[in-house]
């Protein structure tokens, strides 16, 4: 199928594949799932238009995560917090209060993740959004004294974005889709270093105009949930048919042979399986509040637990990586390695780091999850050494702490890729049943690895404890070597496939470097019907 625009793509009806009758097994894969990108999101315009509302959200957490980051290293706020001073006499942070500062908004962020799926799963993926709006609204309010509960809304999102995306998607954008979320995360950290640099530069002292411009992203939040509808993989789970097949008809109307019923089928029949898998090893038990808590216990068993740790390599592997260091005390350690102006340093963090994502989003559905991840890794880590190695050098001299910044802004580059990648592993690698729990405990796994290092990081770079500078990558960079390697072996490309293909090589245990090859089963099936389908035309 060509990508080009400017041709209305050759879509082959549903009636060329027919509606299975009866009992009559259902083709898990369509001619639709063989479109290239450009028609796919042509074709599914309504979809692509729904999924951009809801990517929108994520701005608040790159602004809110940027915000936090960064305001570190304002005057005012150091003249507010400070309780320590430098060898040389200046009011500073102390190790404790930035430890605290951190650490307290990623604790926020576990909860939601470990929680909010209780919400998504017991009550539809809307009422979650509205949910995480409503503690939205208390951290911005109480924003000093509530930081625990932005926390809670910024780690709801992170997931919940990815998980719609994931169930609302045509398969041959899904990458596309859930990777645009990280464009607008890209946006938010953007508006909130150009928002701090012109806030330092027309007013050093003032940090709270900052806080309070959330308010805007607040209110457009509100009317987005309002807006985008019910997943429809959450209806067929709940046996909520109806409302599942008029939420296609919402997001697929109008489509030239796309039968929206047919295709509810799919996503009704892929649920029946597992659930009928599900059946199988724990019997025909009510789904109570205890069964939901004992679901905890099956996403780290068996195949499971295989797609959990998928799901989790990515954001532990950012996180082991220097992430901390690098990104989220980004101002406070371009202060301590010696640049003049750390707003600006952050600022061009958060434009290299917009530049990569907008390319990962068109190349992860081409060149596949796994070339990508790996290739980031790979470099991320190469360059934590390159960067910590320059720690060692005695008197740096400009052209120095300038290749610093470069290899910084690459390293962010390439880290940003692997922040992108982990929210479309862990909203697509686990089956529909268990997709909300995995993907917040995945995700809670990555926060719980970043409290770690938010609250020892602080004592590494401090010049009154530690002091490593630079040196503190050198630590980065070792810890994550053995976690490099593993990824080889673990990480599969998810690309292109519908979740009854993913069920199926995973329960196949096709080695995760054949996944892009491989040949299912639907794949097959589809090539047979079409081939009769032609000898029949013939």
Known sequence: MPDNA???????????????????????????DEMGVLAT????????????????????????????????????????????????????????????????????QGIGMLTMHFVAD???????????????????????????????????????????????SPSRIRGFLITSCFIWYGVGQLFASVALQILNTNDPTDYLTAIY??????????????????????????????????????????????DTDYHYNIIKATVEEEQARAHAEDGDRKRSLWQHLLDFKMIFTGTNGLRTLIAFMPSAVQQIGGLTVLSNYSSYFAQVAGFANP??????LAVSALVM?????????????????????????????VIGGMGLIKNPTKATNGLVLFFSLVWRMLSTVLGTLHWTYSAETSNSRLRAKTAGVASA??????????????????PNYANWGLKTILFFGGISTPVVVACF??????????????????????????????????????????????????
């Open 6 to 32: 400017d041709e209305k793509p050759t879509v082959e009806t549903i009636e060329d594949v027919a509606e299975p009758k009866g009992d009559e097994h259902i083709l898990m894969r369509t001619r639709f």
């Open 41 to 108: 999101i042509r074709v599914f315009k309504k979809a692509v238009f729904i999924g951009a509302l809801a990517a929108f959200a994520t701005s608040f957490e790159g602004y809110q995560i940027s915000v936090t980051g960064t305001i570190i290293a304002n005057k005012g706020f150091i003249k507010q917090f400070g309780t320590a001073h430098s060898a040389a006499g200046a009011l500073i942070l102390d190790a404790n209060v930035l430890a605290v500062w951190g650490g307290i908004q990623s604790l926020g």
């Open 122 to 168: 017991g009550f539809g993926r809307k009422v979650a959004f509205f949910w995480l709006w409503c503690t939205l609204f208390i951290g911005v309010r109480v924003w000093l004294i509530a930081k625990l509960f932005s926390g809670y809304a910024v780690g709801s999102v992170q997931f919940m974005n990815g998980l719609y995306m994931s169930e609302i």
């Open 213 to 258: 411009t959330e308010w805007s992203v607040v209110g457009i939040l509100l009317g987005i949930y309002i807006i985008i509808p019910e997943s429809p993989v959450w209806c067929a789970i709940h046996g909520r048919h109806e409302r599942g097949r008029k939420v296609m008809g919402r997001l697929y109307s109008r489509i030239d042979g796309y």
């Open 343 to 348: 707003f600006l340093y952050s600022l061009l």
């Open 357 to 385: 994502v907008i390319a990962c989003a068109f190349l992860t559905d081409k060149t596949g999850r796994r070339t990508l991840f790996l290739c980031a890794v790979t470099g991320s880590w190469v360059i934590c050494w």
């Open 445 to 462: 796994g990555g926060v719980i690895v970043g409290i770690i290092f938010s609250t020892s990081v602080p004592y590494m770079l401090n």
């Open 489 to 538: 072996f673990i990480m599969p490309d998810t690309s292109n496939r519908t979740p009854a293909e993913l069920n199926e090589m995973f329960e196949k245990g096709v080695k995760p470097w054949r996944f892009r090859s491989y040949v299912t089963d639907a794949q097959k099936e589809l090539q047979e019907r079409q081939a009769g389908a032609a000898v029949q035309q013939a």
